[in-house]
């Protein structure tokens, strides 16, 4: 055997105590991967538990489920402003336009008085009249403005306004005996009550 290899493979020896002596010992609790080339441990790999992504998904779930609970709340509020909107809206409208439709009712009552104290003889200013007043209570009728039956109605006090009780048998008691001036309304609002007197007999 020559020299040259017993000094060199002593000199191998020390080399490879002194980086086991430098390198420090694994602590408890923990591994080491090996070294893939000499098969020593190269890394200290810590046991601890990592989190979970089980966790991260149910926070997840909640936060949607949180945010769509609200976007369902929102989207009703507003669908409930949109509705009050469009209600007051066409509450407004019809107010309107009864107040104008007011204004048309004392000229429909002079047609209708007219009427009443034409002469026999004047056929044709009667004729005239009759087509005016039908004309008007067309118009009228198209808004939507519609009459209040009274005469020989049952008494209500919502519709008609009574202005004197008079003792008759002509018509049940308490039953409109004549119509003093007509009532009208637009669709379910009342523009004015029609003026009654109301018979009084005690006769169901």
Known sequence: MRKGNGKSGGHLDLKHEDLERELPAAEAGQETAPDP???KPAAVIGTGPAPGPASEVELLKAERDALLD??????AEFDNAR??????QQDFREFAAADVIKNFLPTLDSFERALKSASPDSTDFRNGVELIYRQFQDALQKV??????AAGQPFDPRVH?????????EVPDQHVLDELQRGYKYKDRLL?????????NGRA
Do not use: N
């Open 37 to 39: 080339v000499a098969g």
């Open 70 to 75: 609200r976007l369902a709340r929102l989207q």
């Open 83 to 88: 509705k009050r909107a469009v209600r007051e």
């Open 144 to 149: 939507g403005v519609q009459p209040i039956a």
């Open 161 to 169: 306004e009574a202005v004197e009780m008079v003792d008759s048998s």
């Open 192 to 200: 004015r009550p029609a003026m009654v007197r109301v018979a009084r």
